[in-house]
């Protein structure tokens, strides 16, 4: 079993920045991420990192930065030139043994 516990979401101006963080409960050897979720839309994946290999959404790409550090189990998600339609419940995603484990994830507004 994997517990996953993000922070760092809440309001902000378009154009403004937010870091969230996620920690596990234990070492993630491959795969951890962000997933987010909008009213009315489905989950869909933000950035993914598995060992050597980033994977973004073309909606975020060059705006945010997924980072890992796997000493502490936490991978972060630095979200910069936010915009309205980032806004959204952000998911951390984690893979570990067979299957994969989810947050209860924090919400993330931009708005003026």
């Known amino acids: 079993q994997v517990q996953l516990v993000e922070s760092g979401g809440g309001l902000v101006q378009p154009g403004g920045s937010l870091r969230l963080s996620c920690a596990a409960s234990?070492?993630?050897?491959?795969?951890m991420g962000w997933y987010r979720q909008a009213p009315g839309k489905q989950r869909e994946l933000v950035a993914v990192?598995?060992?050597?290999?980033?994977t973004y959404a073309e909606s975020v790409k060059g705006r945010f930065t997924i980072s890992r550090d796997n000493a502490k189990n936490t991978v972060h998600l630095q979200m910069n030139s936010l915009k309205p339609e980032d806004t959204a419940v952000y998911y951390c995603?984690?893979?570990?043994?067979?299957?994969?484990?989810w947050g209860q994830g924090t919400q993330v507004t931009v708005s003026s």
């Open positions: 995603y984690a893979f570990f043994s067979v299957r994969g484990y």
């Open positions: 990192n598995s060992g050597t290999t980033t």
């Open positions: 234990r070492t993630i050897i491959y795969t």
